[in-house]
Every structure is written in structure tokens, then in C-alpha cells.
């Protein structure tokens, strides 16, 4: 986005301008503790990670019982810098010049910190889509014979409260601890839970669906409502799902539609999820005399990647039915 004197925005002492500049909405910030942060691997732009056998103990109560010998690590998942973007714009030294001095600076300021959200958007999308990607397509993705993949149950693909009963049946059953179980739900999710509620059980004799009422399932990116051991939260930002793509091998989107998705966040041997930054976005200032305008930019280097999909769970609703 470039900021020049012929502009329509250009702060000309003819023209009034306010002193409140009117920003882009933001979509918040998702727990950072959803990210497993490796960037201590400072050489290099792929990291191998082991991954350690599990021990089985054998009956060696025989004299001549000899022991199998097994491998030290069963195989390796690696993650690789390979996302590089940026943001650049400039400000010519009319616009500077012609412009209400006290203004000026606030906008630039405004227009660096629009920079700084869009790159959180963009860096937390693409976090949610390699967790969706994560899991095998068009397979349940089972674990101890339980599904971690699969349609909302309720009419017309949506989501039921039972399902969350049956994500939670699916952790457990695969030894996922019961602390620190999230669920990102898209907006059009929480509204039907909301109204599930409100249809099951009378607001007036149930404390927990006064709360809902006034205040709603998710707000923010902040959790506030737990469900099954699940603490809820709502991002516009899950990962999109065609019509007509198989979801488990059994069951066929039939509208557009999002991936909810269930992970455990509760400490770094748990999280699905790794990260690790190259090259930390810092806004830089640059002088170009030949152009007679300041420029501003930041780049950043980073890497995203599955470390485990046994605390991972994914449920596809329709994108816009409630």
C-alpha cells in the first residue's frame, strides 16, 4: 500500500482530516501455546526431530531367553523454513511536506501496525491449515479403533453436542491427558451450540445457560465456555473444505464447508503443532533520495509443521447452515 501525495487520503491543510484513523478489523491472536516454538535450531533450514520407540517389556524368565534388541527411534518428522513474506510501502516527501505534521506520523504508525496483523492472519492460517493437512484424507483417521476424523452428526452436516462427547471418547482412548483439550470452532458452530442449548433446556432454572445467554460460547479468541472437557473458542480462520471432498472415507461434504479442528495444547510433548522463526518481522525505515521518500518494510522467515496427530481431531460442518 503505497501513501503518496496524489492519493485520496493526502492530510492537505484545505481539506480537514480527523485526527482518528479507521483500521482494518482484527481477528486476534490464537494461544501461543498452541505452537511448539523450536527456533532454538539456529543452522540450517530443516530440523529432524526422532521419534522414540515405545518400550514393551519381554519374558526373559527362561535361562536361555535371549532379549530383541529394538531401534532406538521409529522414525522422524521434519519441519523446513520455507515461508518468507513481507510488506513494504512508502511516503513521498510532498505528502510529508504538504501534510498536517501531527497527523502524518500517526498514520504511518497505523499503517505499520496494519502490516504487523496481517502478518499474524496470515501466519495463524496457515498454522490451522498444516494442522488440517495434518491428517490423512478421506480416512477416520483412527487411533485404538476411534475416529479423529469426521462429519458433524447433526442434520444437514452440522454440529451436534454429542459430537464433542465423541472427540473427547477419541482422546482418551488414544491416552490424550484430559488437561489442556481446545476446540476451534468456526463462528457458524458456536451459534448452533448456542441454540442447541437454548432449545434443550430452560434458561430461567440453569445457571451455566443464563451465562450463555448474556454472554455467549466464545468471544475474542478467548476461552469461555467448556463443553466435554473441550474449552471453546471461534476462529474465521479454519481451513476450507470443497463440496463433494470425502472426509473419512464414508461420508461426502455436501455444501462448502470448515474443518473444526480439536487439539491438546497442555504442554510441548502434546501440542500438534511446531513453529519455528528464521527471521523475526521487524518494521525497518529506509531513506531513497533519488525518489525523495522514506520507505518502510519487514520480511520474516518461518516454519511450520505436524509433530504428532494423536492429539489432533478434526470435524468438517457445513460453512453456513446453523
Known sequence: MAITGTSNVEMYHNDMYS????????????PEQMYRNVTDFSHGEQ?????IGTATLQDVSGDDDDFTYNPIETGRINMVINEAVGDAFYVQDKFKEDGDPRLVPQ???ARTEEAMLAYKRYK???????LY???TAASPNNI???????????????????DFSNMSLAF????????GRIAIVDPVVATGLEQQFQGQYNVNSHPTMQALMQDGMSNDLKFRFNLFGWSIMESNLLPRVASGTDIDGTSTTSNASVANLFLN??????TPLMYAERRAPTPIRQRNNSKTRDEYFFTSRFGLAAQRVDTLGCIVTDAVAV
Open 124 to 130: 495463524h492460517t496457515l498454522a490451522l491449515e498444516t
Open 133 to 135: 493437512k495434518a491428517q
Open 172 to 179: 482418551s482412548k488414544a491416552d490424550v491427558p484430559s488437561e
Open 144 to 162: 485404538n479403533g476411534h475416529s479423529h476424523r469426521f462429519v458433524g452428526t447433526r442434520t444437514g452436516q452440522k454440529m451436534d453436542i454429542k
Open 19 to 30: 485526527a482518528f484513523v479507521l483500521r482494518a478489523l482484527s481477528h486476534g491472536d490464537l
Open 265 to 270: 495444547i497442555a504442554n510441548d510433548q502434546l
Open 47 to 51: 530440523l529432524n526431530i526422532p521419534i
Open 107 to 109: 498514520l504511518i504508525q
